[in-house]
């Protein structure tokens, strides 16, 4: 005979399935709470961890990618910055780095290899550096590039909220920059607006380098083996767009789609992320 009714073994069932909830949520909270307690290295925000819905995307491949905590640079990399790499790595100077590199347009707008000049002030972003040359910097400073997902997720932020793409004033800002021309002589990067994370100028100043800017072109699917090897192709039959409406995500991903690493442009530079 069970010495226990059904209401006692009901209640030690409770019991058990609280004391794991528990549990289950306290090693929850202890991954978290030293993310979000640490203190970002100078210079750098603390982005939390959260959900970046791809703009492009297979039918076969996830609709929402889940982004870890990062630290990322508050500004893009200046031309003050990148002289002290040129300075630190003469092999990166204008007049030393190997063609297969950087285009005949690498720090075009510099007066000389260690001269930015007067239409390259220490203060503003600096551009016309290739993807070979934004990673060798990061590298070199213990970082990394932001990948595609992290890029988009920190640039998501308006000045008030972490979904600012779902807020049509903050995207329509973000358009009329896309449409004005890019001046001779670029704006310093304090001049870029503060989004919620406390990240400045990831709108309105320049275009910026991602760690993976080809991955809208890259088939993961390919016949010649598991997609390791990166291919390049031309995926737009098999991409479908979440929101249509989303214009900004639009150009960034035909923006990045045209480039090649070796590509140096008037208003693309960079920034940097790091590893928790």
């Known amino acids: 005979m069970n010495r226990h009714g059904p209401n006692s073994v009901a209640s030690a069932a409770f019991k058990d399935w609280n004391r794991n909830w528990f549990a289950a949520i306290a ?11 640490q203190t970002p ?3 750098m925000a603390l982005i939390p961890a959260g959900m970046y819905h791809p703009h492009f ?3 076969s491949d996830p609709k929402e990618v889940r982004v870890k905590s990062f630290h990322l640079d508050i500004l893009p990399v200046t031309n003050a910055g990148f002289l002290e790499f040129v300075r630190a790595n003469p092999r990166w100077q204008r007049s030393q780095v190997k063609k297969i590199f950087a285009d005949e347009f690498y720090l075009k707008n510099w007066a000389a290899d260690l001269d930015p000049g007067s239409n390259a002030p220490a203060d503003v972003p600096v ?9 060798a910097y ?3 400073k213990g970082k990394r590039l932001p ?3 992290e890029w988009e997720y920190a640039a998501s932020a308006s000045a008030t909220r972490p979904d600012g793409e779902n807020d049509p004033q903050f995207t329509a800002l973000i358009l009329q920059w896309y449409s004005s021309p890019t001046p001779a002589v670029l704006p310093a990067v304090e001049a870029g607006a503060t989004n919620f994370y406390g990240v400045r100028a990831l709108h309105g100043l320049v275009w910026e380098w991602v760690a993976d800017f080809n991955s ?3 088939s993961t699917g390919s016949p010649e083996g598991d997609g390791s ?3 390049f192709f031309c995926g737009a039959s098999s991409q479908g767009a979440r929101d249509v409406n989303d214009y900004p995500a639009f150009m960034r991903y035909a923006f990045r789609s045209s480039l090649k690493a070796d590509y140096c442009i008037r208003n693309l530079g960079f920034r940097c992320a790091q590893d928790l």
């Open 27 to 37: 090693v929850l909270l202890g991954a978290a709470i030293p993310a979000l307690g």
């Open 41 to 43: 290295p100078p210079g």
């Open 57 to 59: 995307r297979s039918e």
């Open 127 to 135: 551009t016309d550096v290739s993807w070979f040359a934004a990673k």
């Open 138 to 140: 990061a590298q070199w």
């Open 147 to 149: 990948t595609v997902a």
């Open 216 to 218: 809208a072109m890259i």
């Open 229 to 231: 090897d990166r291919r």
